[in-house]
């Protein structure tokens, strides 16, 4: 079974610019969420999808926002990038509501901003 | 609000000894905890998980862990370290609540096996 889907996996974008991010969960996962990685700042949870509906959020600008399609697939978009955005994005995906389930992360979206 | 906490940001084994990864965590409730690993350029990959039941959970790769609830502790172990083990490790919790599917991470460990 394929597993999270992360595209594209790597890009530059310049200071200024949007960019958009797409995440496809493992079949049947309805939960999708947004992490950034990066060196100083480690793990942090951007926000979290579910039935086309955000359901929790991170504690980021409101440049970073998200949506969710009816099949579950996800994307996310950074406006007015700045170099600070530089990291590396990841996505996630769960069934929602099941105790103690497993939520799956994908190979990341690697953004530079110049 | 939870936290986790990993002791030792670099820790360096050699080929064969043991693997000890150490995470304290803070939460008001017993949290669901989890052990993810990546290696250089990829996603994460989780290692082994403690949600209910038994406090020694074992995992992939030969790794298990231990949830001591009395020491907040949910420190990772391998009896023999190989040069695959090479890699860096995140400490996670998240509430055990329905439809909670956050999670928050340690700063993570990077560990690094001397042949």
């Known amino acids: 079974k394929a597993g999270v889907t992360q595209t594209p996996r790597y890009l530059i974008k310049t200071r200024g610019q949007q960019v958009t991010l797409s995440c496809s969960p493992i079949s049947g996962h309805r939960s999708v969420s947004w992490y950034q990685q990066t060196p100083g700042q480690g793990l942090q949870f951007l926000f979290e999808y579910f039935s086309e509906t955000q359901r929790n959020k991170g504690n980021f600008p409101g440049r970073f926002s998200g949506r969710q399609f009816s099949n579950s697939r996800s994307e996310m978009n950074v406006s007015t990038l700045e170099l600070g955005d530089s990291a590396l994005y990841l996505c996630a995906s769960s069934l929602r509501g099941v105790s103690g389930n497993t939520i799956y992360f994908g190979e990341g979206s690697w953004l530079t901003v110049v | 609000a939870q936290s986790v906490t990993q002791l030792g940001s670099h820790v360096s084994v050699s080929e064969g000894a043991l693997v000890l990864l150490r995470c304290n965590y803070s939460?008001?409730?017993?949290?669901?905890l989890f052990w993810y690993v990546q290696y250089p350029n990829q996603g994460l990959q989780l290692l082994l998980k403690?949600?209910?039941?038994?406090?020694l959970v074992k995992g992939i790769n030969g790794f298990e862990a231990e949830f001591k609830k009395s020491e907040t502790s949910f420190h990772l172990t391998k009896p023999s370290a190989h040069m695959s083990d090479a890699a860096e490790y995140f400490c996670?919790?998240?509430?055990?609540?329905?439809?909670?599917?956050?999670?928050?991470f340690g700063t993570g460990t990077r560990l690094t096996i001397i042949p």
């Open positions: 939460s008001s409730v017993p949290p669901y």
């Open positions: 996670a919790v998240r509430r055990p609540n329905f439809g909670n599917e956050k999670l928050t």
């Open positions: 403690y949600t209910t039941g038994a406090t």
